[in-house]
């Protein structure tokens, strides 16, 4: 029986010689199948297509939150922190935020639920952090509060400041959706318009968070080791450097949105 075995040893060799060459064609099926596209490279500056695009006047869906539950507790914060305890404003700032949280839900069910907030350096206290608008990840913009209603999402400016939260894990992932990277630029553009906000007066979380030396409304009396900054354990990033730089390229080419 020994030529059976000799068989089976040389069909075995030509498969495996058979199997191991591959045509350009294999190798192009392989890459298919197993490597995953390249990810856009996102330019450092204003993308020409973002410039491009024709201003929509943004569409606010409201999705209040029970502000009305929290006026006691929002008296006591402006009033700890700004020494000013209204809670109504007309706004001449803005914030610009990213959620880190991936979806709309989420971040709502958060500012219901509440959660422990800075007293500056006399601890923390139970309360409940909030913004007027929020962009979801394609685009639509939520509104939480009233644009006359001081909200407490951007700790430093929340006396004279707007807050705009973008949906979004990171830069990253915001920069990659050009829908609600154009909507927040639509947003921003609007309430300058009805606010008579200044380009100028649009801020960065993370301008926000270096203080006064950067954002000269920056107020805090309720800090007296950080009066003018926030703790280094509490700097922010958001919404990023260069979706700032977008932002700013954007509105020195087109200014205010149109008269409406
Ligand atoms: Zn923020």
């Known amino acids: 029986m020994r030529w059976w075995r000799l068989t089976l040893w040389i069909a075995a060799w030509f498969m495996t010689t058979a199997q191991t060459t ?11 199948r197993y490597e995953r ?9 204003l993308p020409r297509k973002l410039l491009e695009r024709k201003y929509e006047a943004p569409r606010l869906v409201e ?34 935020h990213y959620t880190v949280t991936p979806d709309a839900f989420s971040v709502r069910n958060m500012f219901l639920r509440g959660c422990k907030m800075s007293a500056g ?22 509104q939480l509060l009233p644009l006359d209603r001081r909200c407490t999402g951007a700790y430093g400016v929340n006396h004279v400041a707007l807050s705009i939260e973008m949906v979004a894990r990171n830069e990253a992932e915001l920069l990659s959706r050009p829908d609600q990277v ?38 805090d009396y309720a800090d007296d080791t950080y009066p003018d900054r926030y703790p280094p354990a509490s700097a922010r990033t958001d919404p990023g450097k260069t979706y700032m730089r ?15």
């Open 121 to 142: 350096d006399k601890g923390t206290v139970f309360g409940h952090v909030s913004v007027q608008l929020m962009i979801g990840p394609s685009g639509n913009v939520y």
């Open 37 to 45: 596209p390249p990810r856009p490279v996102l330019s450092a500056d």
């Open 182 to 219: 154009f909507s927040s630029f639509c947003l921003v553009r609007s309430l300058m318009r009805q606010f008579d906000i200044p380009a100028n007066k649009v801020y960065a979380h993370y301008e926000v968070s270096a203080g006064r030396s950067v954002v000269s409304e920056y107020t």
């Open 63 to 96: 999705w209040m939150l029970p502000y009305q539950d929290w006026e006691e507790e929002y008296h006591q914060y402006f009033q700890r922190h700004y020494r000013d305890p209204r809670l109504t404003f007309k706004p001449s700032a803005i914030v610009m």
């Open 22 to 32: 591959y045509t350009d064609e294999d190798i192009k099926a392989m890459k298919a």
């Open 246 to 260: 977008w932002l700013r390229q954007y509105l020195a080419r087109v200014g205010p949105a149109p008269q409406e």
